[in-house]
C-alpha cells in the first residue's frame, strides 16, 4: 500500500502564518519532517524562525494555517503536544539551585513520568553520562559543556517522539560541540525526531534536512550536499550567506 510505504511525519506544516498586527512574522510556511530525522532550522535573527518554533511548541497560537507535532494539532491539541516534545532552549533551561538529580526528578514528574520510573531511569542517566559522583553537585556548579548534555538528557528523559533544540550549542567549545553532536545522533537512531536550530553553519552539514528562513519565508529547504551544488558553494555558510543576502528586515 502507498500509505504503508510513505515514511512518517513527525511534523506536518501547512500555510502556517503568524501575525503581529499587519506584521507577518511568519508568512504563510509549509513543510514536513520525517520521524527520525534530524531537521536544521535555520535563519538570521528576525527571519521569523524562533517565533514559528514556539507555534510548534504549542507556545504560540498561529494566525492561521494548520500544523500537526507528533500527530497533535498545534492550535487545538497543545496540551498534547507538550507531553510528547522535550525542549531545549538556547539560554541553559535547568535550574541551577537544584542539583543534578533534582532537575532530573523535577522534570521527570512534569512530564508525568512515574517515581519508580524516574529512580531507575536516572541511575540509568547518571552512569551513562559519567555523572554519578555529580548526583549530588547544584547544577550551577557543573561546567557548561556537562550542563548542556544535562539539559539534552533531561529534554528527552522522558523519550519524546520530538525534541527541539534551539541552538543548543551556543556558547561552548568545538571539542564539546562535536559531543554533543554525537548525542543528537543517538538519539535519532532510536528514533526520536530533532528539530534543531543553530548558528553554527558546519552544524548545518549534520542535519538530514536544512530549511533556511528569510523574512518569514521558507527560502530554501533540501539536504545540505544539495543545497550546495544547487547554490555553486563550497559550504553551508557560503549558501546561508547567498540566502541571507535577500533579506528585506532589518
Avoid at 125 to 150: C, D, S, Y
Avoid at 208 to 215: G, K, L
Avoid at 222 to 231: E, G, H
Amino acid at each position: 500500500m502507498k500509505m504503508e510505504m510513505e515514511m512518517e511525519k513527525a511534523i506536518k506544516v501547512e500555510n502556517l502564518v503568524k501575525k503581529f498586527g499587519s506584521f507577518a512574522a511568519v508568512d504563510n510556511i509549509s513543510f514536513e519532517v520525517n520521524q527520525g530525522e534530524i531537521f536544521g532550522f535555520l535563519g538570521a535573527n528576525g527571519a521569523g524562525k524562533t517565533t514559528a518554533m514556539k507555534m510548534l511548541c504549542g507556545l504560540s497560537k498561529p494566525t492561521s494555517g494548520h500544523a500537526s507535532v507528533a500527530g497533535f494539532d498545534i492550535a487545538r491539541q497543545t496540551e498534547s503536544v507538550k507531553r510528547n516534545i522535550g525542549y531545549m532552549s538556547q539560554k541553559f533551561s535547568l535550574y541551577e539551585d537544584l542539583t543534578v538529580s533534582e532537575n532530573i526528578r523535577l522534570f521527570g514528574g512534569v512530564y508525568g513520568m512515574s517515581d519508580a520510573e524516574i529512580k531507575r531511569k536516572t541511575d540509568l542517566l547518571l552512569q551513562t553520562l559519567g555523572f554519578e559522583n555529580e548526583r549530588n553537585m547544584l547544577v550551577g556548579a557543573i561546567p557548561l559543556g556537562w550542563k548542556q548534555k544535562l539539559a539534552f538528557s533531561v529534554a528527552i528523559f522522558h523519550e519524546p517522539k520530538i525534541v527541539f533544540l534551539d541552538e543548543p550549542t551556543g556558547g561552548v567549545d568545538p571539542s564539546v560541540r562535536r559531543r554533543f553532536w554525537e548525542m543528537i545522533y543517538d538519539a535519532a537512531e532510536r528514533g526520536i525526531t530533532v528539530f534543531v536550530t543553530t548558528h553554527y553553519m558546519d552544524e548545518a552539514e549534520y542535519c538530514n534536512r536544512v530549511s533556511i528562513m528569510v523574512d518569514g519565508k521558507i527560502n530554501a529547504l533540501d539536504a545540505p550536499d544539495k543545497l550546495k551544488r544547487s547554490l555553486n558553494a563550497p559550504d553551508m555558510a557560503t549558501v546561508f550567506e547567498i540566502l541571507a543576502r535577500k533579506a528585506r528586515r532589518v
